[in-house]
């Protein structure tokens, strides 16, 4: 069985198509068949106005990047000279060039935050230019206080997850399923 890849939004969008494109191909070259759709995982603000989506943006999303740089280590310029970790490597001298703040924007940024109607957009058109079969969108981030997430919830589960479910991606993810039952241990 092949999954499919998932795809996390942590590069600039073009860089994400191009490297699937080429992995489609090497898959197709290697495989003899397609490739299955891409996850794409991304993290979504959901707000009724765009002053509390700019809120989200601002504050949670921020620092959510932040989090990640310090979990990951994306500032760990060592990574550079671990082979298959160049990226990180690179990530770690921009964000030794530009700053952590400039580096949380343009994380935060690849991300989606808006009213039910952009965030609904963005994602589609994330799906759309990914070719993605599916979407894992956590909604809860950066220290978000109970209250806000639940509003977050409510409001994509109300406003925006009705309107994904009303677009077929077509095809699968590389996910089969045995028709026998599972069994219980």
Same mark, same amino acid.
């Given at each position: 069985?092949?999954?499919?890849?998932?795809?996390?939004?942590?590069?600039?969008?073009?860089?994400?198509?191009a490297e699937l494109e080429a992995y489609r191909?090497?898959?197709?070259?290697?495989?003899?068949?397609?490739?299955?759709?891409?996850?794409l995982v991304v993290v979504a603000g959901v707000?009724?106005? *765009?002053?509390? /989506? =700019?809120?989200?943006?601002?504050? &949670?999303?921020?620092?959510? %990047?932040?989090?990640?740089?310090? #979990?990951?280590?994306?500032?760990? *310029?060592?990574? /550079? =000279?671990?082979?298959?970790?160049? &990226?990180?490597?690179?990530? %770690?001298?921009?964000?030794?060039? #530009?700053?952590?703040?400039?580096?949380?924007?343009?994380?935060?940024?690849?991300?989606?935050?808006?009213?039910?109607?952009?965030?609904?957009?963005?994602?589609?058109?994330?799906?759309?230019?990914?070719?993605?079969?599916?979407?894992?969108?956590?909604?809860?981030?950066?220290?978000?206080?109970?209250?806000?997430?639940?509003?977050?919830?409510?409001?994509?589960?109300?406003?925006?997850?009705?309107?994904?479910?009303?677009?077929?991606?077509?095809?699968?993810?590389?996910?089969?399923?045995?028709?026998?039952?599972?069994?219980?241990?």
């Amino acid at each position: 069985m092949c999954v499919g890849l998932m795809v996390i939004a942590q590069k600039p969008w073009d860089t994400a198509e191009a490297e699937l494109e080429a992995y489609r191909k090497r898959y197709l070259e290697i495989q003899g068949t397609e490739a299955p759709k891409p996850v794409l995982v991304v993290v979504a603000g959901v707000a009724k106005d *765009r002053a509390g /989506a =700019d809120e989200l943006r601002n504050t &949670y999303m921020q620092r959510w %990047a932040r989090s990640t740089v310090e #979990h990951y280590e994306f500032d760990n *310029r060592g990574f /550079a =000279d671990i082979e298959g970790y160049e &990226y990180y490597g690179a990530l %770690a001298n921009n964000i030794a060039k #530009h700053g952590i703040d400039k580096f949380n924007g343009f994380l935060a940024d690849l991300q989606v935050w808006g009213t039910p109607e952009q965030v609904t957009e963005k994602l589609l058109g994330y799906v759309e230019r990914t070719d993605a079969g599916g979407l894992v969108v956590p909604l809860v981030f950066g220290g978000m206080p109970a209250e806000e997430a639940q509003d977050c919830y409510d409001l994509f589960a109300a406003e925006v997850l009705p309107e994904l479910k009303r677009h077929d991606v077509g095809g699968d993810i590389g996910v089969t399923y045995d028709s026998a039952p599972l069994a219980l241990a």
